[in-house]
């Protein structure tokens, strides 16, 4: 048997939980891997390995069957490791000819050799397909499809006789159907000279196209390897969902009540394609898709945070009917919002636990000229922290030493505070540990039975089908399908998810 | 275990009030230090010299404070107390109003410079920075074209406000700044107000998430701040007896010092009022008792400037351990 360019043999991590459980790739030289797995699966720990930027726990890395274990970023850079990211990594104040030989800029004595960067990022750019911008324009200009061009022409541009091995994920995501197709005869065409690459993508046709062999990861465990001729998209969405084996356990609660929150042909401008959804009363509606599929945005857009296009959002109760469009009155009529970034979107950084449980509340007191009373505030909390269990030392701790599930106890110790019945979590329980993941998922059911609304949204499958008693599937920015309870199962779940991405091309 | 929770408590109350304590024992050591090497600083007429300075000052310190905490910064306000004063001896002089009706229109030219900061800032999203900037210019040069470029002569009707009253020792002003000291350290710290202020400097997309409307509050800080300044005007002019467009020059900066020695941080959300006034008895202290030393101008200011960079470094330290 040949050396394979790159073989994986028994890598683990974990972070709060295993991501990758001894999982073994080999990467042929010449050849195009595919790898695909929902959200969660691994796919990005994985790459993030061989590419420098994250250690293993165990396992071992060979490349041309040499000893591969890289100390960051740039080592394995030099050893000839090329990865196009899917979060950018590009520098926005800088030209795109300054952002494609970011790692290599050609030098002259002492200055930066300007002819020759401008030379090799015109035949970088010419390459990928961006014609009509000249190299000198600033990165911050550009749209994110032609972003997402220099990103690619940034990882292409090294060497071909140093690279080895390139990484690309989710290289098309922004891109349309032609500028993805050229891609695509570039990758064939590197591989054709001897490089090898690993292509990971959403896009299931694209990946069934241009791969010579597919691996499917889900929950950090190889499912199949096989070559991409022997294989079909229902293959693969069978493999990344894996067998029916998941619990469909039937919490037997009551019946939903009445409509509590309704939006009507809501659109903004991210998420641009208008969406209708109700929630009831004592009801848990989920909210699934692939990362981008515009789940955060569209939350944010109901809690009133971003102007909105057309449309409406309105609390409905006891038949009095309240129309939502700030972020502000959200609040006031009993609306909460659990963003997905805790640190950016959520917490008082450097503040205490008491002055974070209170916040959204202190709007019931009327005006601004009201007492706040710190002993008040303190008894508040000490009853919250008592109540939710939140594990600190008590209502004057500074929240960053709170562990990341304490964390996010507060933020729903601050809308319990205020009194929300109707609530939007945007991953309410990404990480963080596994009991507090369970106190937090007890307490989104206790929410419910209480007869309150909630709409979570969640890269967690699992999370959904056990919580929820419909799911919404979005794909692309798009509504595709709602499942009840009982109707559902997690291939239909995917396959909906996927959906858009793969119509794509017939557009 | 329960022991355990209130020893907890009762060192985090420490440490919250240790921001404090920490400049006050700075205070201290600094008096002590010039009451040990000049031979006089104890001496009434330092001690009036000292309080018949502070009250603009501190003014204008607490609208800075308020500021910096809400995230912003105002640098408007050396040029506002100018126009402030400008507007009281015109309306005074020349237009022969009341004085209590000179002041008023002071105060509120004040308040407009603050709204316009304000509404830049927060409604158009304007960088505060930069539209404070303007506004330095434009205060100053309303000041001029107001005054004609003169410095308006007032006289003794408006001196009292300045002057010790007998039986306190201490002027109308400085009780006046003192009574808003402590008026905006509630504020801050026991309404509803001062809360979303300290939200908003801290983050505020939270705040926002949390329901709170932040253009208002972040205009209103702008426009108290305004007001403060013109306020200081007011005290500024009876200091002086007359007003004068090259009042408060770089009075800002003063201003900005003596909160940061107080322990206010200019990335937003956090900062205490009384701490602001400290940092002004400490800078007024040092200025005087450096001036009593025989110090000489430069070296007065590389003192200062020393002064400063240290209490930074100091909050570092703090914050750190």
Redesign the interface.
Known sequence: MMTARLAIEGLSKRFAAPVLKRTSLRIETGCVHGLVGENGAGKSTLINIVSGLLKADEGILQLNGKTYDPHGRKEALGLGIALASQELSLIENLSIAENILLTALPQKLLSLDRRNLLREANRMMTEVGLFHISSDTLLSQLSLAEKQLVELAKALSMDPARCQLLILDEPTSALTQPQADRLHAIIRQRAAAGLSVIYVSHRLDDVLQVCDSISVLRDGEMQLTAPSSALTSKDLITAMSGEELFRNEDHGHSESGDVRLRVKNFSSADYPDPISLECHRGEILGLAGLTGSGRSELLHGI?G?VRKHQGEVTLIENGAEISID???K???NGMA?I?EDRK?????????VA?NT???G??K?G????????KREQQISAEMIERLQIKC?????VIDRLSGGNQQKVLFA?WLQ?EAEVWLLDEPTRGIDVNAKIAIHNQLKELRDNGGALIIASSELEELITLCDRILVLSNRKAIATFERGRWSKEKILAAAFSEHQTQRAV | MNTDRTAATWWNRLNLAFDELFILIALLLLIAFFSVTADNFFSTGTLSAILSQLPALTVVTIGMTLVLISGGIDLSVGSVVALSGAVIGVAFTVLGLPLFVAACLGIVAGGCAGLVNGVLGSYLRLPIFIVTLGMLEVGRGLAYMVTGSQTAYIGPSIQPLALPIDVLGVSPAFLLSLGLVVLAQLALTRTVFGRYLIAIGTNEQAAKISGIRTEPYLTWVLVISGLLAGVGGLMNTAYLGASDPNAALGLELSAIAAAVIGGTSLMGGRGSIVGAFIGVLIISVLQNGLAQLGVSEPSKRLITGLVIILAVLLDRWRSHS
Do not use: D
Request: charged share 5%; net charge positive.
């Open positions: 809690f945070l700030s972020a502000s959200a609040v006031a919002l963003a950016s979107q959520g917490i008082f950084s450097n503040k205490s002055l209170t916040m959204a202190l709007g007191l005006s601004s000229l009201a007492a706040a009373l710190p030392e008590g209502p004057l701790q601050r205020a």
